[in-house]
């Protein structure tokens, strides 16, 4: 199985609607990310959490909010979908540093493509 | 100025030729640097990390990090049609709490 889950995988949606995307990891790491990917934009942050009662926000948040309901699980949401949150959607996962100071790396999920009509 | 610059390419280059990826970035308190791959419709996944200055080697890739001119590279040697995805730079700082810097990623294609 996948260290790193998202669900749906794809999804297609109307103007206006309330969305939820779903990310589980069984990495047993602390901190969880959402990020979107839109072609010649790269990879923006829109939201973080470091623990389950730590929620950042990222570069780009207006329009989304999460949810850290365990530890292994981070959830986004488009309360009002829109046509430009058409994208593809990753959720990643790192452990905390370490005593040394050692940067984590991030590992990434599949990614879900939403399309907003 | 955008904290982390990377040509998007696209490259093209033949099999077997040698690969240089670039990433030039503002901030000097980046210290951890990555490189991530990505096949086309997947996650993205590391693929070399490197603290500080200096070079990385594994296998067929070698990944350089200057911090005097803020410039990190990825070479790639001998280059293989699998190696056709999307590499991406990224970076942090010390500071516990910094979240990676994507640059926006470049194209390779290796054809055979």
């Known amino acids: 199985d996948a260290d790193v889950t998202q669900t749906p995988r794809n999804r297609i949606t109307k103007t206006g609607k309330r969305i939820m995307l779903e990310c589980s990891q069984t990495?047993?790491?602390?901190?969880m990310y959402w990020y979107r990917q839109d072609p010649g934009l790269g990879l923006r942050l829109i939201y973080y959490s470091f623990d389950v009662k730590d929620i950042n926000k990222g570069e780009i948040s207006d329009g989304y909010s999460v949810s850290r309901q365990a530890q292994a699980k981070f959830s986004l949401s488009l309360e009002s979908a829109i046509p430009n949150q058409t994208a593809l959607y990753f959720c990643a996962t790192s452990d905390s540093p370490g005593a040394g100071g050692i940067q984590e790396t991030q590992y990434f999920g599949p990614g879900t493509r939403l399309l907003v009509l | 100025q955008k904290e982390v610059e990377q040509d998007p390419g696209p490259l093209s280059v033949p099999e077997g030729a040698i690969v240089s990826l670039n990433c030039t970035y503002s901030?000097?308190?980046?210290?951890?640097f990555m490189w991530y791959r990505q096949y086309s419709r997947k996650g993205p996944e590391l693929l070399m990390y490197t603290y500080s200055s200096g070079n990385k080697e594994d296998g067929r890739f070698t990944a350089q990090v200057d911090k005097s001119s803020k410039y990190i590279s990825l070479f790639i040697r001998d280059s293989q049609p699998s190696d056709s995805a999307t590499y991406l730079c990224a970076m942090s700082a010390r500071q516990a709490g910094t979240a990676l810097i994507f640059g926006k990623g470049t194209t390779l294609s290796v054809s055979s």
């Open positions: 901030n000097s308190a980046f210290q951890y």
């Open positions: 990495k047993g790491h602390d901190r």
